[in-house]
Structures are given as C-alpha cells and as structure tokens.
C-alpha cells in the first residue's frame, strides 16, 4: 500500500464544475503539498500546509492531520485548469502521490 | 523573482555514456533535492542536501552521484546509463523560513534526459 492515496485517479469535469480532490497518506507528517503538473512539463508548487486550511484565488486546501487527509478544491473550475495534481507529504523527504488527472471539458 | 533553474532542459545520451544535470537554487536557498520521475510514473526522491552536506538519500542508484558546491548549486552526475535512465528529473530548493510549516520546496523546470 503506497504511503500516500489520491483519488480519484482521473476526473474529467465541464467547465465551472467544482472539483474536489482527495490525499490520505498513512505515515507522520510535517507538512503537505500540493503540486500542479502539465503535460511535458516543471512542477509548480500550489499549497504547503500543516493544518487548517489555505486559499489562492479559486483554489482551496484542507488538512485535516488527526484523520491524515487533505482535499484540495477548484472552484470555477476552467479548462487551463487541466492537469495533474500531486499531493505530496514530507517526512524528512517528500514522499508523492500518484496524481490525479483533471481534465476540464468547455 | 527568481526560480530554480536547470541546465540543460533536454538531453539526449546513448547507453552507457555519462551525464551531468546542473541545478541553481533560489538565491539564499540553502536545501537542494533532486527527484527522478520516469513517464507516466510518481516523482522519485533521489538526494538532498543541505550547506553542502548530503542531508537525506532515497533511491539513488550507484552510478548516479551528486554534490553541492560552495555557491549552493548542485550537479547530478549519472553513468553508464541505462535505457530506464530516460525520466524527467526535478531539482528543488528550500529555504528554513520558520517552524510552522518550516520550509517550502520550490521545483525547477526538470531536466528530461533520453537514453537511447
């Protein structure tokens, strides 16, 4: 069993959807991230967080460290949207999910 | 602002040749990382170092070795590569910014190298 599940693997929504994607990881942490990844390219880092919640224009993570889960949120969802977003928890060294495949149809 | 960069972004070399990845942190990053992520495949964490000292080791093979120089940048160096070698590799860097969440790790743009 991987240290850290995401799901759904993939999602395809239409555009102005809210998405919701989910991060339980089974091991301590320091702190969560979140990573935004687009087809051939560099990771950005969206989140770093180690409670509560945090807010970036339509995006919006959670963590909830007693139930070692995280959600991270798109509201309005848009097409440049689509992409691949990692959850990612640091144990000493960033130890990655799987990534979720978010497609956002017009 | 300044990000991490990565030189060179492509590479092509044939098995068994050598390679060297080149990453410059963000100015006052001390923390360097390197991860390999081969396609369709989750980031691997290679190594990491900090103030030059290798701070933390995943799974690195031994042909792969890397340091960090007096002016925090790190080299990736990689040989007698394999075809599996062929992966986008990540460099990123930190920097102590407090105890709550402590750092960030900022990625570069990755190195994709293709062994054939």
């Known amino acids: 069993k991987n240290e850290v599940e995401q799901s759904p693997q993939n999602l395809t929504a239409q555009e102005g959807e809210f998405i919701t994607i989910n991060c339980s990881y089974s091991v301590g942490i320091s702190a969560l991230h979140w990573l935004q990844q687009h087809p051939g390219g560099g990771i950005v880092s969206l989140f770093m967080?180690?409670?509560g919640k945090k807010k970036h224009g339509r995006l919006i993570a959670t963590i909830n460290i007693q139930e070692k889960h995280s959600s991270l949120h798109i509201t309005a969802s848009h097409p440049r949207d689509s992409a691949v977003y990692i959850c990612?928890?640091?144990?000493?060294?960033?130890?990655f999910g799987q990534g979720t495949r978010l497609t956002i149809n017009p | 602002a300044a990000g991490v960069i990565q030189s060179p972004r492509h590479l092509i070399k044939e098995k068994r040749e050598t390679a060297t990845l080149k990453c410059y942190p963000i100015p006052r990053h001390d923390t360097v990382y390197w991860y390999q992520q081969g396609p369709g495949q989750d980031p691997q964490f290679l190594i990491s170092f900090y103030e030059k000292m290798q701070s933390d080791k995943g799974s690195i093979p031994d042909r792969f070795s890397a340091q960090q120089f007096s002016d925090y940048h790190s080299e990736l160096n990689m040989s007698s590569l394999e075809l599996g070698d062929s992966a986008l590799y990540f460099c990123a860097s930190s920097y102590w910014t407090g105890p709550d969440p402590g750092y960030e790790q900022y990625f570069g743009p990755g190195t994709r190298l293709t062994v054939t």
């Open positions: 990612a928890v640091r144990t000493g060294k960033l130890v």
């Open positions: 967080l180690s409670s």
